[in-house]
């Protein structure tokens, strides 16, 4: 069973052996003779970045088939730059540097990197190509080396979850395929007033896609370290610029579709719609509008309709008990 892990001190000088051989096998013969012994010098013997590695001050995973290390990905420089990926040939076309790549992507995003780069040789560009990966120069030749430099932009990460939405401990980069049986949280956060009414917004223009300018409440998925409270206040605090009190708030309902969880939060909030400042990209109007304009909204198309709010009527139903 091949397993994915944060390299611990005993697996650092293993997995450099393991990149040596890899590039011995795929990349050296294409290259001048000199990148061999650069290679060996500046990975396989370079104690300083061993040392970070060991001390773990650089991020390095691997992948594992039972005792033996089959594949590696690691950081040198903690600034962003991912200098090694190199998988077992045996091993190859299974999606194990696929993995290994995601668990590094959302490492370093979670240390607060929002570009990452690497130096891709020939032989690994389609793959990196593939990933997402997009070259920000031609093709150099250095020290026996022929690569060409890229970058990737990293989306938000969230916490991956079971279907009880229990956190696994295992992180995953939204745009990115989640494998099923695995869940990430959303939350739909609803306002009301003492006067029966809710407060919903208007969504901003956000290039090709289609809900531009409907109508909705506050919505988003919770990002890697929030709880589903958490998550509910600060979307609101993002996308409208209020603070809700959590005292005032409940959860109402859980959804289970396909890929995520829906948390519905209905809280008690009043404010004046001068006083909500909206975040560029995101919303661009907002209103109090009763149950009945709501309903009016869906019906015409103005408001995102029953398949993401079709707890809406039960919601008022209770909103209205209550009070």
């Known amino acids: 069973m091949i397993t994915f892990r944060k390299a611990t001190a005993d697996d650092v000088r293993p997995a450099l052996d393991l990149?040596?051989?890899?590039?011995?096998?795929?990349?050296?013969?294409?290259?001048?003779?000199?990148?061999?012994?650069?290679?060996?010098?500046?990975i396989v013997e370079n104690?300083?970045?061993?040392?970070?590695?060991?001390?773990?001050?650089?991020?390095?995973?691997?992948?594992?088939?039972?005792?033996k290390i089959i594949g590696v990905v690691g950081e040198k420089w903690g600034n962003g730059h991912i200098n090694i990926v190199f998988v077992d040939s045996g091993y190859h076309r299974r999606g194990i540097a696929t993995e290994l790549m995601n668990r590094m992507v959302c490492d370093l995003k979670l240390r607060g990197f929002d570009r990452l780069t690497l130096f891709s040789s020939s032989y690994a560009l389609p793959f990196y190509v593939q990933y997402g990966f997009v070259p920000t120069g031609v093709e150099v030749?250095?020290?026996?080396?022929?690569?060409?430099?890229?970058?990737y932009i990293p989306n938000e990460i969230w916490d991956v979850l079971d279907s009880k939405g229990v956190k696994t401990g295992r992180l995953h980069e939204r745009g990115k395929p989640m494998p099923a049986g695995d869940y990430h949280l959303v939350v739909h956060v609803w306002k009301h007033n003492g006067r029966g009414e809710w407060l919903i917004d208007?969504?901003?223009?956000?290039?090709?896609?289609?809900?531009?300018?409907?109508?909705?409440?506050t919505g988003g998925s919770a990002v890697a370290g929030d709880d589903s409270l958490s998550?509910?206040?600060?979307?609101?605090?993002?996308?409208?610029?209020?603070?809700?009190?959590?005292?005032?708030?409940?959860?109402?309902r859980r959804i289970v579709y396909d890929s995520f969880l829906v948390d519905v939060w209905v809280f008690e909030h009043d404010c004046a719609i001068e006083e909500i400042r909206f975040q560029k990209g995101e919303t661009?109007?907002?209103?109090?509008?009763s149950a009945d304009m709501i309903r009016g909204m869906m019906a015409n198309g103005e408001f995102l309709g029953e398949r993401f709010y079709w707890y809406f009527d039960e919601m008022e139903a209770r909103r209205r008990a209550a009070t």
Do not use: Y
């Not at 990149?19 to 500046?42: G, N």
């Not at 030749?141 to 970058?151: A, C, H, K, L, Q």
């Not at 998550?231 to 109402?252: H, Q, T």
């Open 19 to 42: 990149a040596f051989k890899v590039f011995l096998q795929f990349e050296a013969e294409t290259l001048e003779p000199e990148a061999k012994t650069r290679f060996k010098a500046d």
């Open 47 to 67: 104690e300083t970045a061993i040392q970070n590695w060991l001390q773990g001050k650089n991020s390095m995973f691997i992948a594992s088939d039972a005792e």
């Open 141 to 151: 030749r250095s020290d026996g080396f022929t690569f060409t430099p890229m970058e």
């Open 202 to 217: 208007e969504r901003a223009p956000r290039g090709t896609d289609t809900w531009g300018h409907k109508w909705e409440t």
């Open 231 to 252: 998550a509910a206040l600060r979307e609101s605090k993002e996308e409208l610029g209020i603070d809700l009190d959590p005292r005032k708030g409940e959860l109402f």
């Open 284 to 289: 661009c109007r907002a209103a109090w509008a």
